[in-house]
């Protein structure tokens, strides 16, 4: 890859696997790969159906919570951005007075029990999305793969909470749910068909009570991609860089663009493309080092990569401030993104909130 400025090169960036790579470009059409793979996303679809219809019935266990729960997901295998939105719709319902907390299953976590996620907690405990949430909204976080034992968890612990968010958990139907908001990005749904033939978990008509888009623009059809007329959208904004061995020092990230300037980019989330594509609206020209999601960076990936700068996600930077070959690196440094949401959103969450009993 040429950089700015004749600047030397810097490694080639690890590939994602060839049979993903395979799947997710068949994922976006109805080509002859996923027209073969079709009689299964069949069967997968009939266990989905039995699978609510075992839990509508009463045959499966589910639990109600004595606060609402507001549950944020996607049907969109992969990446589309929950953990911001979560972020985002924490911090407005602080602004408008209730005191919310989050559980999550805490994926890259261990998962086996319930646990509070602290100032003391590792990714390597709890998850990285859960330690990220915790850090920026300082609102209870408790993870555990039963949501409801986590939830009833966390409202021991905090009496005061009177509404609660779960980060991922769509398909989680042990808990009962008051609001369910699917988000997509614009990537839409894909082929429109299930796996493994299309991206989907569930069918795009699937009920739910928002639907959230996240993409920089929201067009008529992106729009009946989802299967919502009338969406809210979500933009992603970051437009600074802060060095991960000192979070004080804060540069505009199109500073960065400077001749000879080395430049690389990290990110082990759901839609690496995403964040690369954020970089390069910013003008910057980064070689790019996709991870897979919830990657383990103890495993070294920037040794000997040649590059000035380093450029990560927050997710990617929780667990790397923790690994003592990194954490003083003065190479990495991350780009915080903040979800851009009508606040009718929060509004509206409220309202259908309204009348629950609370704890």
Not at 35 to 58: E, H, N, Y
Not at 90 to 105: D, E, N
Not at 158 to 177: C, E, K, S, V, W
Not at 298 to 303: I, K, L, T
Request: overall charge positive; charged content about 20%; proline content about 8%.
């Amino acid at each position: 890859m040429t950089h700015k400025g004749g600047a030397t090169p810097v490694r080639p960036p690890a590939q994602p696997s060839t049979l993903e790579a395979t799947l997710t470009r068949a994922w976006q059409r109805r080509g002859a790969l996923a027209c073969a793979l079709w009689p299964l996303s069949l069967v997968f679809r009939a266990l989905s159906a039995l699978r609510r219809l075992l839990f509508r019935a009463g045959w499966l266990a589910s639990h109600r919570l004595p606060v609402p729960v507001v549950v944020v997901g996607n049907i969109f295998i992969g990446g589309t951005g929950k953990t911001p939105l979560t972020i985002w719709l924490v911090q407005a319902l602080q602004q408008a007075g209730m005191r919310p907390g989050v559980i999550s299953r805490g994926h890259g976590g261990d998962g086996a029990t319930v646990r509070a996620v602290t100032a003391a907690s590792t990714a390597e405990q709890v998850g990285d999305e859960p330690l990220l949430i915790a850090q920026r909204t300082s609102c209870p976080v408790v993870v555990g793969r039963d949501r409801a034992a986590a939830g009833r968890a966390l409202l021991a612990a905090h009496p005061d909470t009177d509404i609660l968010l779960t980060d991922d958990g769509l398909q989680h139907y042990a808990l009962q749910r008051d609001v369910e908001i699917i988000l997509f990005d614009g990537r839409g749904a894909g082929n429109g068909w299930l796996l493994p033939a299309g991206p989907l978990r569930e069918p795009r008509s699937r009920r739910r009570d928002v639907t959230v888009v996240n993409a920089p623009e929201l067009t008529p059809a992106l729009a009946r991609a989802v299967g919502d007329p009338s969406p809210f959208q979500m933009r992603l904004a970051g437009d600074m860089a802060e060095q991960l061995c000192d979070r004080a020092r804060k540069v505009p990230l199109a500073s960065l663009a400077q001749p000879g300037m080395r430049l690389a980019a990290a990110a082990g989330i759901g839609n690496p493309s995403r964040f690369f594509g954020m970089l390069r609206a910013a003008g910057l020209d980064c070689a790019e080092l996709p991870l897979p999601d919830h990657h383990d960076f103890r495993d070294r990936p920037f040794d000997g990569l040649d590059a000035d700068v380093i450029l990560m996600t927050e997710k990617d930077a929780v667990k790397c401030a923790q690994i003592d070959e990194l954490k003083d690196d003065p190479r990495l440094w991350v780009v915080p993104v903040a979800a851009r949401i009508d606040a009718a959103l929060a509004g509206l969450i409220v309202e259908k909130c309204r009348g629950r009993k609370t704890a």
